[in-house]
């Protein structure tokens, strides 16, 4: 009989025996030990803060209090991205600023201005009066390994050029950023995060930039969240040159809706949702062809439509400009419809 807590298990063919206890295999020892281990830690992270510490701004603005006089400051953190004195941030840390500053890591304030911004990620880019400022480099947030050493550094709560460490938690996150877009692959990590940390870079153990960190949840403890390197590195070059980035839009009002088990076997639909049109806008791409309210949209350009942010998903990467086909039911009928997305020129529905 075998002993509680072990499981025997026979191989077919053999009298071999394995208890699941006996079994599990400890990582192989590399013949170091925990004061080695820790060194190497201290020595990857004061490398990395000599690295990357220089290119790491507090972000100081002063925002216009609406019906009464004065300003109210804010303050975020930022990280140098050009020589020519491109900084990216949140776009929470400097919405709505009337007066922007910057202060280097070595104390020196410097006039900025912002340069472009993009509240559907929550990234904006800001421009410094100067030029030759040292700047960081981005990393493969697509190569990040979950319990991987991670460095944040910014300037929570006024304290300057504040160090901390953690782990990557987790990847793929999602959350919804402030003009209500799903903001996907962000990064959760353990390194304590504090108002003011905003803005401010995740970086790995090579010096390179992996996130922008961006929110914490109050009241926990180690759960915070930057926006992957990837994201930044696509819309940065986009806000530089446009101050925005340009999104194609519908000009419908739409939410997800369940689809009846009978429809969907009339008409042999690959999933069981659609988006159900709301209303639509008369002068709007989707008003002028033809869409109305009480469609139900299952694909676009033979993407499958389940939600809203399918339609966003799906809009951001396809060209402003470019026809393409919407699929949707009405009332029992397949139909097919050309429309060309239009420019979003405001935060907007699909």
């Known amino acids: 009989m075998n002993k509680v807590g072990y499981k025997s298990i026979s191989l077919a063919g053999t009298s071999q025996q394995f208890t699941g206890v006996e079994e599990h295999q400890a ?44 300003e109210q400051m804010g303050a975020g953190s930022g990280v140098i991205v050009a020589p020519e004195g491109y900084i990216m941030t949140n776009n929470h840390v400097v919405q709505g ?5 910057i202060r280097t890591a070595d104390g020196i304030a410097l006039p900025a201005r912002l340069a472009g911004a993009d509240p559907a990620t929550d990234l904006a880019v800001l421009r410094a009066a100067t030029g030759g400022l040292p700047c960081a480099r981005f990393g493969d947030s697509g190569a990040l390994s979950v319990g991987q050493l991670v460095i944040a550094i910014g300037n929570p709560l006024g304290f300057d050029s504040t160090v901390s460490t953690g782990v990557l938690s987790a990847l793929g996150r999602a959350f919804r950023s402030r003009d209500g877009r799903l903001i996907e692959n962000i990064i959760q990590h353990t390194a304590p995060m504090n108002p003011g940390n905003s803005g401010g870079p995740l970086v790995d153990s090579h010096g390179r930039v992996i996130g922008i960190n961006t929110a914490i949840i109050p009241m926990a403890q180690g759960i915070c969240f930057s926006i992957p390197s990837n994201t930044a590195a696509w819309v940065l070059p ?12 519908l000009g419908i009002a739409g939410q997800a809706r369940m689809l009846e088990r009978p429809l969907i076997q009339a008409l042999g639909l690959p999933g069981n949702q659609a988006v159900e ?14 869409i109305r309210p009480g469609d139900l949209i299952i694909a676009i350009d033979d993407t499958c439509v389940t939600c809203v942010d399918d339609l966003h998903r799906f809009l951001t990467a396809w060209p402003i400009a470019e026809p393409v086909t919407l699929t949707l039911i009405r009332g029992r009928q397949r139909v097919t419809l050309p429309i060309i997305p239009a420019e979003a020129v405001a935060p907007l529905a699909p």
């Open 277 to 290: 049109v709301v209303s639509v806008s008369r002068a709007s791409p989707a008003g002028r062809a033809g």
């Open 97 to 101: 600023a009337g007066k922007i500053e």
């Open 27 to 70: 990582l192989p020892d590399t013949g170091e030990t925990d004061a080695d281990l820790l060194d190497a830690y201290s020595r990857a992270v004061v490398r990395v803060v000599e690295s990357v510490g220089p290119s790491v701004v507090s972000v100081v603005v002063g925002k216009t209090l609406h019906g009464r006089r004065g």
């Open 238 to 249: 986009q806000l530089v040159a446009d101050g925005r980035v340009r999104r194609g839009y």
